[in-house]
């Protein structure tokens, strides 16, 4: 034991690395203990939850009903009517008690919070976004401290603002009539979070409340401020990082020392003196043959765990822990012969883009847990995305959510929080904004995840194309005024704190995006392709379109019946028209029409509701895997396929892969294989069936491809067998067929084109029918089923007589995830999924049902 201590203490030594000091103190008290709220106009007190919202508190508290069930949330509008307090009361910690400065942090209030201490007003906050703290320790008692938070209605607030102006600042998705405020739309005056008034795929619910954590923060001599590891420089060799601490001192100091260690070893360190309050301070330092990060796909996700220490002789006064991952990211957006690039080059490759856009994952966002974020991001990790677009109607996410991002390799492309709006920016407002976006930036820059910047969703597009409102109708004043707005605080302001406070990260104005007060195109920058649904183009159309990067495209569909059955119970409520089912569809009619006439188009009607929900969810995976097929094989030109959406924030028709109760639709499952490193993808052009391999893999590959043509009763032919050279980092056309020599003879509705291509021990397949749903000829088949139990459930091993289009399990009463689902079954090929649950045997065997396309009609 002895040795071992001197052992230790040697190849400490040997390092150079600082005998370790003492433990910096920096005690931290949280404040979410013995909360009560009431309305502010009355006087019942009623126990909360912090962090929290009003509408959470409410239903815990037996007020209202869960607005998410059937119409509640129709008779819970007066809530943002309303002004809301809250109240504590706390004794310090001792450990806190004995610091000599004391910090009251706040990191987020939901909205206009009026915070008294001790009866004393010490803040009054004005954007969900930012973080607050105020020094308080003149305030505080040992004991019996109160904490106050009135929070005003941001209906009220924002009412008067509206009023006072000549015009009005257009908010296309605020639901103000569900709201009782006719058609005033407020939400562009309040920085809270858009989709909070509604959005096409959300409910209004305008909520109040301290939505994130609160604490005090104690320190004596001085605290950090930040830390930002700026990488100045990374490539394979080495990796030039500048390290920028901003402390605040008490005193002055003659000098402090600070370091930056990976584990043990010292990296850099700075000698320096220290002013009476905030003082940055760089250490720079190179790491040679540094561990790289790198999304998804392209290699590990490999984190340093980097440790600032600042001491003072030898006391540490102050230290942090950051985890850091070391890549170059470079996005690059070059004049060429087609217009302009848009394309992410990580660590020296360029990245096809593979992955969706992301909403928040509930309306109340201090119940979305842990576990709810790491199911959201390791459901896009488990299909293949490597990039999530964090959306900007929504909210800058958790730092968890980009924790896992870093660890599971997902890019992340972040907006700020400003979508399908014009909004009023001088001023204060202007100002407010600012405070935000450096907040926001400098909270998410240290994430190797975070890659690229972009001002807001859709307001370039939307004003200039007049889809907003009609600028011709706004007199001309006006609209110079609004458009000056625009261009300050998107063409300048946040440009230019990107650039300030995360130098080197890429940034554009709005997305879609090509250039500067030019509306979008498909040959410069990204696109949001929106015809195919809200244009009602045929599917077939996204294998005519193109773009250098997709960053939206869509399709709707329906939750599963299960997931329905839990908001809609029912049975009068079954039909997708039910005042119940309109009401979780917020596309209204013409998205229910639409998926109507989509399906009606491509398959045989339904015969029932739930055939309907399953149909329509078939529907909207075939059309997005055709849309990402089409993006990947254009690869070259195109660098970025991102659909819309990921995630729904409450139970609802939506354009979702996965719905709010997390369950896969088939579009999910069907993106795995769409998203694949290698993608073999058959497609049929002018009579012919033309053959792609994608690849992603940033080395080449060998592999075996086939080609057969398969009847549906069963009976195969190999059309073609082949070893093929898969290049690298490439889409490359391998073979063209005329459908006559494919088929000879045989009858297109009778039969399915099967591609595989295997290669080391993994095998690519890809189904590709020549005719439209509606016309193939899907024979009836004899599905057997085998159930084994298996680690924590069963295996399901199913096989068939004959070809099944989008076979599908589920589970009555349950939700269940299956490991494959939707899939087809080739005649006499047996598939086995697993799928973990509790339930006996007996009654899983029982309540387990199966549904294929040749059942619902
Ligand atoms: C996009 C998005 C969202 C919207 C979606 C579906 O353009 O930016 O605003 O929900 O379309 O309409």
């Given at each position: ?20 000091a ?9 404040l979410h203990e ?15 939850t912090?962090p ?6 409410l ?23 309303e002004?809301?307090?809250y ?22 209030l ?20 930012r973080?607050?703290a ?10 019996g401290n109160?904490?106050?938070?009135y929070?005003?209605s ?19 998705n ?8 006719i ?37 004596n ?5 930040d ?6 420089q ?16 008490a ?19 700075t ?8 003082n ?19 290699g ?9 220490e ?6 540490t ?9 070391l ?14 690039s848009?394309?992410f ?7 096809f ?15 979305v ?23 900007g ?5 958790d730092d ?11 890019l ?9 709006a ?8 202007l100002?407010n ?6 907040d ?22 939307s ?19 609004i458009?000056a707005?625009?261009?300050?605080q ?19 104005p ?9 509306v ?26 193109r773009?250098?990067f ?10 599963c ?32 029409n ?9 398959y ?6 739930a ?11 075939d059309?997005?895997?055709?849309a ?20 729904d ?7 979702s ?7 896969w639709?088939?579009?999910?499952y ?9 993608l073999?993808s ?13 690849s ?14 398969v ?9 073609l ?8 980092n ?20 009778q ?12 095998l ?24 084994k139990?298996a680690?924590?459930?069963y ?12 076979l ?12 494959d ?21 007996e ?7 199966t ?7």
């Open positions: 034991m002895h040795q071992r201590i001197i052992a230790l203490f040697m190849t400490l030594s040997l390092l150079g690395a600082a005998m370790p003492a433990r910096a103190e920096a005690p931290v008290q949280q013995g909360w009560s709220f009431r309305q502010a106009r009355l006087t019942n007190w009623y126990p909360a912090v929290g919202v009003v509408h959470t508190d239903m815990a508290n037996g007020i209202i009903e869960d607005p998410y069930f059937r119409l509640n949330e129709r008779g819970l509008q007066w809530i943002d009517k002004d809301w307090i109240r504590t009361m706390f004794d310090l910690t001792p450990e806190v008690a004995a610091c000599d400065h004391t910090r009251l942090c706040f990191e987020g939901d909205t206009y919070a009026d915070v008294y201490l001790n009866g004393e007003r010490i803040l009054e906050a004005d954007n969900m976004f973080r607050w105020v020094e308080v320790e003149e305030l505080l008692l040992d004991k109160e904490l106050l938070i929070f005003h941001p209906i009220k607030v924002a009412l008067p603002l509206y009023d006072s102006l000549p015009y009005h600042y257009e908010a296309w605020d639901q103000a009539a569900n709201g009782g405020l058609d005033k739309k407020l939400s562009p005056f309040t920085r809270k979070a858009g989709y909070h008034y509604g959005w096409d795929w959300g409910p209004r619910l305008v909520t109040s409340g301290i939505w994130r954590p609160v604490e005090l923060r104690g320190w001599d001085l605290r950090i401020e830390v930002f590891h700026y990488q100045k990374v490539d394979r060799k080495s990796a030039e990082v500048e390290t920028r601490v901003e402390i605040e001192a005193e002055p100091m003659k000098e402090v020392r600070v370091a930056v260690y990976d584990g043990e070893r010292k990296l850099g360190e000698r320096t003196a220290l002013h009476k309050g905030l940055t301070v760089t250490v720079p330092f190179t790491i040679r043959n540094p561990k790289l990060w790198w999304c998804l796909g392209m590990e996700q490999h984190l340093y765990t980097f440790r600032t600042v001491t003072r002789g030898r006391k006064l102050a230290e942090d822990e950051t985890r850091v991952g890549r170059s990211v470079v996005v690059e957006k070059e004049r060429d012969a087609y217009g302009r848009l394309r080059v990580l660590n020296g490759e360029p990245v883009c593979k992955g969706a856009n992301y909403i928040p994952c509930d309306c109340f966002l201090p119940r847990t842990h576990e709810v974020y790491e199911r959201t991001v390791g459901d896009a990790a488990a299909v293949n995305m490597n990039m999530l677009r964090i959306w109607g929504g909210i800058y996410e968890y959510f980009y924790e896992l991002c870093d660890r599971m390799g997902i992340v492309w972040q907006d700020f929080m400003y979508a399908c014009v909004y009023p920016a001088r001023g204060e407002l100002e904004m600012r405070q935000e976006a450096i926001n930036v400098k909270r998410l820059r240290n994430h190797p995840s975070v890659v690229y910047w972009c001002g807001n969703n859709e307001n370039q597009d004003w200039l194309t007049g889809w907003i409102y009609d600028v011709q109708k706004v007199d001309p004043k006006y609209a110079d005024i458009w707005e625009y261009e300050e998107y063409y300048h302001m946040l440009d230019q704190v990107v650039a300030q406070y995360a130098p080197g990260t890429g940034y554009q709005t997305s879609p995006f090509s250039d500067y007060g030019k979008s195109n498909d040959h410069e920058g990204d696109r949001h392709y929106w015809e195919v649904w809200h244009a009602k183009k045929p599917i077939a159309e996204y294998n005519r379109q773009s250098r997709f960053s939206e495209y869509g399709f709707q569909s329906f939750p019946f299960e997931s329905v059955k839990r908001y809609a119970p029912c049975s009068g409520d079954w039909s997708i028209t039910s005042e119940v089912m309109m009401a979780h569809q917020r596309g209204g009619d013409h998205a229910n639409l998926i109507r006439s989509y399906l009606l188009s491509e045989h009607e339904p015969r029932d509701f055939c309907f929900l399953y149909a329509s969810q078939i529907l909207q995976g059309a997005i895997k055709t990402i097929e089409a993006h990947r094989r254009d690869k070259g030109y195109c660098w970025g396929s991102l659909y819309w959406q990921h995630n924030c409450w139970p609802v028709a939506s354009w892969s996965r719905d709010w109760y997390g369950t639709k088939a579009q999910h069907f993106a795995r294989q769409a998203f694949d490193d290698l073999v058959p497609v049929v052009k002018d009579g012919k069936l033309e053959l792609y391999v994608v992603d893999r940033l080395q080449p590959a060998e592999g075996e491809l086939t080609l057969r043509v009847g549906l009763r069963g009976g195969s032919t190999e059309r067998s082949r070893k093929v050279l898969i290049p690298a490439a889409s490359t056309k391998l073979f063209t067929l005329t459908l006559d020599e494919l088929l000879d003879g045989t009858a297109p509705e039969c399915v084109v099967r591609a595989e291509l295997r290669t080391g021990k993994r690519y397949t890809n189904n590709c029918f020549l005719v439209q749903q509606k016309q193939m000829d899907y024979p009836e088949a004899k599905v057997t089923r085998r159930v139990p680690d924590g459930g295996e399901v091993t199913l096989q068939s007589d004959c070809f099944v289009r989008g599908y399990l589920s589970v009555e009463g349950e939700l269940l995830h299956f490991s689902n939707f899939f087809d079954l080739l005649p006499g090929e047996p598939r086995t999924v697993s799928v973990r649950t509790m339930l006996p045997q009654e899983f065997e029982s309540r387990l049902g549904l294929s396309l040749a059942d619902t009609y």
